[in-house]
């Protein structure tokens, strides 16, 4: 069992999913100006930062990743913001819900660069 309080994928995980037609959201946590320095293009990438929802809470999730059900994969820049959104997402009542190992600098790192890397 993991001694964190919430599951986790690695980026060849996530690869996998996006390679796949696998009906998921992918949830952006990051601010807006660091969207401009690394992205990944996806249609299922909904953007939420961590500061909006701090402020908003659930109300602020974007609305494909407001069902407490749907599978959603949080992903910030190394890890961390996304890691407590899981957690709080899993104390919120959601059941679908793992964070991206690493981040987009590990995605950019070890899958494909052309995403960006600050």
Not at 89 to 103: C, E, K, S, Y
Request: aromatic residues 6%; glycine residues 6%.
């Amino acid at each position: 069992m993991s001694s964190k309080p919430f599951p986790e994928i690695d980026v060849a995980a996530l690869a996998a999913k996006l390679k796949s037609d696998e009906d998921f959201i992918l949830l952006d946590v990051r601010e807006a100006d660091e969207l401009l320095r690394a992205h990944i293009d996806d249609p299922r990438l909904v953007h939420a930062p961590l500061s909006g929802l701090a402020a908003g809470g659930t109300s602020a999730l974007p609305e494909p990743a407001q069902s407490a059900e749907r599978s959603v994969c949080v992903i910030c820049h190394h890890g961390s913001r996304s890691a407590q959104v899981t957690a709080w997402l899993i104390q919120n009542g959601w059941t679908n819900v793992v964070n991206v190992r690493g981040g987009i600098d590990a995605y950019a790192k070890k899958i494909d660069a052309s995403v960006g890397m600050y």
